[in-house]
Nanobody
Framework: EVQLQASGGGLVQAGGSLRLSCAVS????????IGWYRRAPGKDREAVSC????????YYAESVKGRFTVFSDNAKNMLHLQMTSLKPEDTAVYYC?????????????????????WGRGTLVTVSS
C-alpha cells in the first residue's frame, strides 16, 4: 500500500520561502504520477504541480509558475516542493498525491479524483 507523508509546512511572511517534502513508501510499480495539491480556505482543491514517471517535464499551475519548483529524490523516495516568493494567496493545506499509471504524453495536472493516493496535508500560512 502506498503511503505519503508530507512535511515542511509552517508560517512564513510574504516573499519568503518554504520547502515541502513528501516521503513515499510502498511504491511497487514503475508507472505513476506524483505531485502536490492544495486547498485554500473556502476553496476547492487545486493542482499545484506534478511529475509523471514517463515524462521528463514538470508541470505547474499558472498561479505558481516561476515561484515553485518540484523535484524528486528517487534514491530517498522523496518528493519536494520548493516554494519561493510566497504570497498570502498561497495559504493552504498542501497535499502530496500519487496516481498509479502514466498519463504521458498528456499532462499529469488532473482533477483531484484521478489521484487515488493522498497523504495527510501540511499547512502553509503566508502572512502579509
Amino acid at each position: 500500500e502506498v503511503q505519503l507523508q508530507a512535511s515542511g509546512g509552517g508560517l512564513v511572511q510574504a516573499g519568503g520561502s518554504l520547502r515541502l517534502s513528501c516521503a513515499v513508501s510502498g511504491l511497487t510499480f514503475d508507472d505513476y504520477a506524483i505531485g502536490w495539491y492544495r486547498r485554500a480556505p473556502g476553496k476547492d482543491r487545486e493542482a499545484v504541480s506534478c511529475i509523471d514517471s514517463n515524462d521528463s517535464r514538470t508541470y505547474y499551475a499558472e498561479s505558481v509558475k516561476g515561484r515553485f519548483t518540484v523535484f524528486s529524490d528517487n534514491a530517498k523516495n522523496m518528493l519536494h516542493l520548493q516554494m519561493t516568493s510566497l504570497k498570502p494567496e498561497d495559504t493552504a493545506v498542501y497535499y502530496c498525491v500519487l496516481a498509479r499509471g502514466s498519463w504521458y504524453p498528456d499532462t499529469c495536472m488532473r482533477p483531484p479524483y484521478q489521484y487515488g493516493n493522498w497523504g495527510r496535508g501540511t499547512l502553509v500560512t503566508v502572512s502579509s
